[in-house]
């Protein structure tokens, strides 16, 4: 039987990744006080870094990425510019064909 998969708050990750920080301890040996496999401290440091270099908050859970407001903002942007896009060519396509769309 498969073993239920391990969730962990956001907190908790940021929490491991300080002690290995600030002890000087290895991710191996906290991963072993805190009862959590070695691979997951390692990864949860390895994101919190990356996150900090882009300038993004890390640990977000869920698989929701990321994004600092001015990302988040240029997302909401382009979603609205698609939107308007369809928008226009459909109506393009309905003026340029008047006749078509009467019945006899």
């Known amino acids: 039987m498969s073993v239920p998969k391990q969730k962990f708050t956001a907190e908790f990750k940021h929490e ?5 920080r600030t002890t000087g301890r290895s991710c191996a040996q906290i991963a072993r006080d805190l009862g959590v496999p070695p691979h997951s401290v ?3 440091k390895q994101q919190q870094d990356d996150q900090t270099a882009a300038g993004r908050p890390a640990f977000t859970g869920r698989g929701i990425p990321a994004f600092s407001p001015q990302e988040a903002r240029l997302k909401e942007l382009e979603r609205e510019l698609e939107i308007a896009r369809q928008e226009r060519d459909i109506l393009k396509k309905a003026l340029a064909c008047p006749g078509q769309n009467r019945r006899p």
Do not use: E, F, T, Y
Not at 16 to 20: D, G, R, S
């Open 16 to 20: 491991a990744v300080c002690l290995v």
């Open 42 to 44: 390692v990864r949860w």
